[in-house]
């Protein structure tokens, strides 16, 4: 199986300009989760879809926000953009069943860079 | 106090040595307990989660999960240089949301 894939892989914007990153699930995995990995806040939750809806949601300003596709394909999108969101960004794939079981896998991340 | 707390380190055993991972949490409500290992510059993969009290083993690693005492822990046997990383762990709740710590590195000398 094709593992999760993200794109683009590097991005550099502005401040003020806005972002869309996209990313592909395995095949079969219908939950999508987002994060946000920095030095110095680590990895945090940004938010999860599952069936094309919003289930999860972590503590990031309105600025940051996401959809899901039909094929379960995901994209978030960055408005506004501030220095402070140059960070790694990280999907991860699962089967979003509600199982003790359910594992996520992350695709290889859109570093970002907020000039 | 942080949900999910692990030592920075760097924690240095040497080539062919146990290496012992630490984390503990808060939340009692905590179901499945994950750890991934992250290469510099590289994205989280996955090592193997427990959700029952107890040891679990898969090949070098063991989990180690303890409820009571809210306490998670990863044993890498005949620790290898290419085991040089960092070491996440991460729960799970009723919420599918991983909550991650800051991570553990782990340097194998030769």
């Known amino acids: 199986k094709a593992g999760v894939t993200q794109t683009p892989r590097y991005l550099i914007k502005t401040r003020g300009q806005q972002v869309t990153l996209s990313c592909s699930p395995i095949s079969g995995h219908r939950s999508v989760s987002w994060y946000q990995q920095t030095p110095g806040q680590g990895l945090q939750f940004l938010f999860e879809y599952f069936s094309e809806t919003q289930r999860n949601k972590g503590n990031f300003p309105g600025r940051f926000s996401g959809r899901q596709f039909s094929n379960s394909r995901s994209e978030m999108n960055v408005s506004t953009l501030e220095l402070g969101d140059s960070a790694l960004y990280l999907c991860?794939?699962?089967?979003?069943?509600?199982?003790?079981?359910?594992?996520?896998?992350f695709g290889p991340g859109t570093r970002l860079t907020v000039l | 106090q942080k949900e999910v707390e692990q030592n920075s380190g760097p924690l240095s055993v040497p080539e062919g040595a146990i290496a012992s991972l630490n984390c503990t949490y808060s939340d009692r409500g905590s179901q499945s307990f994950f750890w991934y290992r992250q290469y510099s510059g590289k994205s989280p993969e996955l090592i193997m989660f427990i959700y029952s009290n107890g040891d679990k083993e898969d090949g070098r690693f063991t989990a180690q999960l303890n409820k009571a005492s809210q306490y998670v822990s990863l044993l890498i046997r005949d620790s290898q240089p290419s085991d040089s990383a960092t070491y996440l762990c991460a729960v799970t709740g009723t919420a599918s949301k991983l909550t991650f710590g800051t991570g553990t590195r782990l340097q194998v000398t030769l």
């Open positions: 991860a794939s699962s089967s979003g069943l509600a199982s003790r079981t359910d594992t996520q896998y």
